[in-house]
T-cell receptor, first 113, second 114 residues
């Protein structure tokens, strides 16, 4: 069953607006939470990531907010640009040494000029 | 120029045919992974390998096989037992060191059935 639930499935934002994508997880055995960005026909690329002992991480226009007690984390894209139009995946890594990731179902973001 | 390469970019399979997708990495990563991507379903793990000559099934291994004879190579064979093989296949790798935080992906292979 799906262990990481991502919403919304699609999102349309005006240029300059804030894009917010949410993820929730069930398993407490996760120790690392990356976000990936994928353009059509390309492989996913790591965008930003966070550990559960940190509540927020910011890199440029991208911020992850993490709520450990609620088992939720979200990606905020500030000042969204048309070039940000892509599919975004949240993921959660199992603790231990397998490196296995569980992915959310993805959010297709369209930023309108 | 370090990275992960996948070939071919497009692959066509006939009914009853086995096909092999190539994945090579020069990042000196120990672990390698194969995912299948279908629209609206995210990425699903097919097989993974943490070390040469060893690999484990992922969530959807039926109809697929892999080998890991070299550290830098992790080919995936889609067998005739896989009845719905049309998908985008992604290979990834990661370091097993404590600093190896996450997986890095190749450009993908799109498999189509004729």
């Amino acid at each position: 069953q799906q262990q990481v639930k991502q919403s919304p499935q699609s999102l349309i934002v005006q240029k300059g607006g804030i894009s917010i994508i949410n993820c929730a997880y069930e398993n407490t055995a996760f120790d690392y939470f990356p976000w990936y960005q994928q353009f059509p026909g390309k492989g996913p690329a790591l965008l930003i990531a966070i550990r559960p002992d940190v509540s927020e991480k910011k890199e440029g226009r991208f911020t992850i907010s993490f709520n450990k007690s609620a088992k939720q984390f979200s990606l905020h894209i500030m000042d969204s640009q048309p070039g940000d139009s892509a599919t975004y995946f949240c993921a959660a890594r199992f603790s231990g040494n397998t490196g296995k990731l569980i992915f959310g179902q993805g959010t297709t973001l369209q930023v309108k000029p | 120029d370090g990275g992960i390469t996948q070939s071919p970019k497009y692959l066509f399979r006939k009914e009853g045919q086995n096909v092999t997708l190539s994945c090579e990495q020069n990042l000196n990563h120990d672990a390698m992974y194969w995912y299948r991507q279908d629209p609206g379903q995210g990425l699903r793990l097919i097989y993974y390998s943490q070390i040469v000559n060893d690999f484990q099934k992922g969530d959807i291994a039926e109809g697929y096989s892999v080998s890991r004879e070299k550290k830098e190579s992790f080919p995936l064979t889609v067998t005739s037992a896989q009845k719905n093989p049309t998908a985008f296949y992604l290979c990834a790798s990661s370091s097993q060191l404590a600093s190896g935080e996450t997986q890095y992906f190749g450009p993908g292979t799109r498999l189509l059935v004729l």
